[in-house]
């Protein structure tokens, strides 16, 4: 499953995006059906648009909101050999593939989708990545360089102060750290549970 929540500015309204993928059995064999699902906020049902124009794999399950689309961080199969952005305008319900820096050519390992001052943002190991002009690829600009990542830990969100969030990869348990790139320090955060990055930005359409 994937998803997105996000603002549509054209229409000034708000919208969740639901990603379902099950198995329907046809004629005794079982086949994969996607569904893509908007429910827009004031509407008392789900819609449903045009599944994906190619087939993805998902890396990221949650969707980043930016300049009127969610994109979501993919891969054209399961070993993650040919990573990509795809993004979907909210207003024209249509599909879009963004490229990551350096033509892709990055380790889908160690990838990690986020907004930082209103850019799409992505973590690249030990780099960070912003796109200044949405929607250019030609735009991708390295914000700066983590320093002193451990290899079992992922940055997943960079806050106002350029500090950066990292947390353990999925083979690896233990506390999540602040990293202070200013100063070249850090230190940990311990979590009870998994915790998810959540920025409050909501804002009446109809103030």
């Known amino acids: 499953m994937m998803y997105g929540f996000g603002y549509d500015v054209v229409n000034d309204n708000y919208k969740v995006v639901s990603v379902l993928r099950a198995c329907e059995c046809i004629s005794g064999n079982f086949v994969k059906k996607d569904e893509v699902k908007v429910h827009t906020l004031g509407a008392n049902s789900w819609k449903r648009i045009p599944m994906f124009p190619f087939a993805v794999v998902p890396i990221q399950k949650s969707g980043q909101c930016v300049s009127g689309t969610i994109n979501w961080l993919v891969s054209k199969d399961t070993e993650k050999s040919q990573c990509f952005i795809l993004s979907l ?20 390992c160690s990838l990690h989708l986020s907004v930082f001052r209103d850019c799409l943002t992505v973590f690249c190991g030990d780099d960070v990545w912003v796109m200044k002009e949405y929607g250019n690829n030609e735009s991708w600009t390295k914000l700066f360089t983590i320093s002193d990542r451990p290899a079992f830990m992922k940055a997943i969100y960079v806050f106002k ?47």
Do not use: H
């Open 161 to 207: 102060d350029e500090q950066v969030l990292l947390k353990p990869t999925e083979d690896w348990a233990g506390d999540y750290i602040f990293n202070n790139c200013r100063d070249c320090t850090s230190k940990s955060i311990d979590f009870e549970n998994t915790p998810e990055v959540c920025v409050e930005s909501l804002i009446s359409p109809y103030s």
């Open 89 to 108: 305008d909210m207003r024209k319900d249509s599909y879009q593939k963004v490229f990551l820096p350096n033509d892709g050519k990055v380790d889908g």
